[in-house]
């Protein structure tokens, strides 16, 4: 789960991590109050969840009132497009209006998991403020790494040496420490996969302070954090992922023209990359997992549909905790009720596979159905060819 910088800073500042005095506010009028309040020069930052909104004009410094209300008027309201949106941007509904600082240099800090060595590691860098997998493809010399044992956790000592490495002013060494103690604490603590800053700042005061602040959840944790589950913003996120989540499903949009529907990550992986070699695209994926009941399919498959980009169907399951023909009656039921006109191909084995396929061949529909992956493919092939022409 992600949530918004104005959020991710209120918890920064119960962690100690220093950010400036800012307000986040929700019309033009409250902004211009906000920049009084604050005092010019402020900064007017939109609130979506994506990076790159100063290149999409997301960001603007404000040095009096009337640069506010010019500023606040822009941007609230509007699709702001970034690298990270689509073309479709995102609406902002929420702006952050925040004192300006004085930047004398810029780094980059997060702390992230490390999945190949299976720990957290702190991530460090003297290129701040630009994107950080550019910097790190181009020159990864200038991405410094310590890794974290996770029965011991980050050391005071392993935070000083990346200080140390960073170059940071004699003034700004021990601060920095303390600063990335606790922001490993914030990340451990609130169950984060991710917590960013890009870019911290070093004042010409040599004052430590955190300009962006970026959070990432652990969605398995949450259960442990109901008050950060009250941060999420349902507005910015995909509205079928939003359904499929009140269900217990799992649901990725993506941006090809074929839907999938499996069970398991691993076969999510493997019917991707089936897709993919016959010349199609996953369009999405729903991941009903090994205990969906027939209800919870009917409810996938209607989900699954009404992607608009969806042009053909791919079900592949290996039925072991899900029976086949729990699979299959949840299909049927969903494509009678939804009177679902896109084809349909299905590769079912496991558990009760005969009786699956009996259910799916007496429902007076027309499914494709395929008796192992090699005919699953060619017949998403086809069919892939058969829209396109």
């Not at 109901?226 to 507005?235: F, G, H, M, N, V």
């Not at 084809?343 to 429902?363: D, F, H, K, Q």
Request: aromatic content about 4%; proline content about 4%.
């Amino acid at each position: 789960m992600k949530i918004h910088e104005y959020q991710a800073k209120e918890l920064f500042a119960i962690y100690g991590i220093p950010v400036a005095l800012s307000r986040a506010v929700t019309s033009v009028e409250d902004a211009v109050n906000a920049g009084k309040e604050i005092g010019s020069p402020v900064v007017v930052k939109a609130q979506i969840h994506a990076g790159g909104r100063g290149k999409g004009g997301g960001i603007a410094l404000a040095k009096d009132e009337a640069a506010v209300r010019e500023a606040a008027d822009r941007i609230l309201g509007t699709a702001l497009v970034t690298p990270q949106t689509g073309p479709e941007g995102r609406v902002v509904r929420t702006l952050l209006i925040e004192k300006a600082s004085e930047i004398a240099s810029e780094f980059y800090l997060a702390i992230t998991v490390d999945r190949a060595r299976r720990q957290a590691v702190a991530i460090a860098s003297r290129a701040g403020g630009v994107n950080i997998e550019e910097t790190a493809e181009k020159d990864p010399d200038a991405i410094l790494k310590e890794w974290i044992e996770p029965a011991i956790g980050l050391r005071p000592f392993q935070a000083h040496r990346l200080v140390r490495k960073l170059g940071l002013p004699k003034a700004a060494v021990r601060p920095a420490t303390k600063l990335i103690l606790n922001l490993y604490k914030l990340f451990c603590s609130e169950d984060c996969s991710l917590a960013e800053i890009n870019p911290l700042a070093i004042t010409a005061d040599d004052e430590l302070v955190a300009i962006d602040a970026k959070l990432t959840f652990d969605d398995s944790g949450l259960f442990r954090h109901p008050a950060t589950q009250e941060l999420r913003d349902l507005s910015e996120e995909d509205p079928l992922e939003v359904e499929a989540t009140a269900v217990n499903l799992n649901y990725i949009k993506l941006d090809g023209n074929v839907g999938c529907l499996v069970n398991g990550a691993g076969l999510a992986m493997a019917t991707m990359d089936l897709i993919d070699h016959v010349g199609a695209r996953p369009a999405n994926f729903l991941d009903v997992g090994g205990g969906a009941t027939a209800e919870m399919i009917e409810k996938g498959f209607r989900i699954l549909v009404g992607d608009p980009d969806v042009e053909a169907v791919f079900i592949n399951i290996f039925g072991g905790i899900l029976r086949c023909d729990i699979l299959a009656e949840g299909v049927v039921a969903a494509a009678k009720a939804v009177d679902v006109k896109l084809p349909v191909i299905v590769r079912l084995e496991g558990t009760n596979v005969e009786a699956g396929r009996e259910i799916l061949a007496s429902s007076g529909l027309e499914f494709r159905t395929a008796s192992d992956l090699e005919e699953a493919a060619e017949m998403v092939g086809d069919v892939v060819k058969g829209v396109a022409t």
